[in-house]
């Protein structure tokens, strides 16, 4: 893992906002600049590299010895260890998405100077994955694909919500993932209606359609897939939204090419959507990136909202962005249908990390 390069990168940002140095305390970020997986920890990046501090507790002593072995470290609590690194340094910048107000004030008093508010500037250097964060997506896909296709050997009616997600967790472990990548979403019959349902004790009947969105976790990187099951033969109008559902993500999948924006991935999958007459049941954005955090930028989303979906700007697809691609319909008391995918773009096109096929699975 390259991490010198990344804060290298980090570097040319600061100069082109004015910073002299960039205070890192959002978790993920520390991680992508460092390589430290712990739980308490920043970085100071300095514009110049001379005075870059990791900084941790007692707890992680040993860790961030072997993760971070080439910073300068410092194990709190260690009084003036940022007016130290900081010196005549006149702009430092905080992380104002994730600062809170007093953390601010605290940093502002003990430097005797004002802070810049510098907001999502390490997210700007995420959106494109480098080679390394591309392999590991997919491999957490492919234990994903995995553990999908292990469901489908043992998923019968009886069985309920609770205990189909309980048991695609744990497979998701035995197929060498290191965690599930969130709170999956398994939903039955009508639940398949409610886009983030929770399982619950519903027992799975004949007749169901299923709807599967879960993620693995694999080095620090998310996996984000929604597959369709249908338990006997799908009913109307379940079968009919399924295609339509199915025509519009192979509409988007087809928009996500490199120079692209990301705003013609979504009106690819809602003019299909629309046309189908389901324009008010697509009531989400179609996808969004994909990385360190199963939510990152950039927001696949039209960029003007309406009374179905908020809107998000629109950004130029670059190769090596990773994005998830994912339009559903829903109708409600009756049933829901979403496919989704995760793909990172390339100059030949999308690249689907996600194997499983996307044929309507009837048990």
């Known amino acids: 893992m390259n991490t010198a390069s990344r804060r290298d990168r980090l570097r040319g940002l600061l100069a082109d906002h004015d910073l002299d140095a960039l205070l890192v305390t959002t978790l993920v970020n520390v991680r992508y600049l460092t390589g430290f997986t712990g739980s308490a ?59 809170p107000w007093r953390r601010a004030q605290m940093v502002q008093e003990e430097l005797g100077r004002p802070v810049v508010a510098a907001a999502r500037l390490v997210e700007q250097l995420r959106v494109v994955k ?24 043992w998923l019968s009616p009886g069985m309920t919500e609770r205990e189909a997600a309980a048991r695609l967790n744990r497979s998701i472990l035995d197929h060498g993932g290191d965690d599930r ?81 990301s705003s013609e991935i979504d009106g690819a999958c809602r003019s299909i959507v629309s046309g189908a007459g389901y324009a008010a049941n697509f009531t989400h954005g179609t996808g969004h990136g994909v990385g360190l955090e199963i939510h ?13 979906v908020t809107a998000a700007p629109s950004v130029t697809l670059r190769a090596g962005m990773t994005i998830t691609v994912e339009p559903g319909v829903y109708l409600p008391g009756i049933g829901g249908v979403r496919i989704e995918d995760d793909l990172v773009i390339t100059a030949a096109g999308p690249d689907v990390l996600t194997r499983t096929p996307k044929d309507l699975v009837v048990l």
């Open 41 to 99: 920890a920043q970085v100071l990046i300095t514009a110049d590299g001379t005075d870059d501090v990791f900084v941790t507790d007692g707890r992680y002593q040993d860790q961030c010895a072997r993760q971070v072995p080439d910073l300068r470290r410092v194990i709190v609590p260690a009084a003036g260890w940022l007016l130290q690194a900081v010196g005549s340094r006149s702009s430092l910048g905080l992380e104002a998405h994730t600062v």
């Open 130 to 153: 480098d080679d390394e964060e591309v392999a590991s997506l997919r491999r957490a896909c492919a234990v994903g694909d995995a553990a999908f296709g292990d469901m489908l050997q």
């Open 181 to 261: 990548g969130f709170d999956l979403i398994f939903a039955s019959g009508p639940n398949t209606a409610v886009p983030h349902h929770a399982p619950t004790g519903r027992r799975i009947r004949r007749g169901d359609m299923i709807k599967v969105d879960f993620g693995t976790l694999v080095d620090g990187y998310h996996s984000d897939m929604t597959r369709m099951i249908s338990v006997g033969e799908p009913l109307p109008p379940m079968d009919e939204i399924f295609g339509v559902v199915r025509r519009a993500q192979e509409a988007g999948l087809r928009a996500a090419v490199e120079g692209a924006e």
């Open 296 to 308: 990152e930028d950039p927001a696949i989303r039209p960029e003007r909202g309406g009374q179905e």
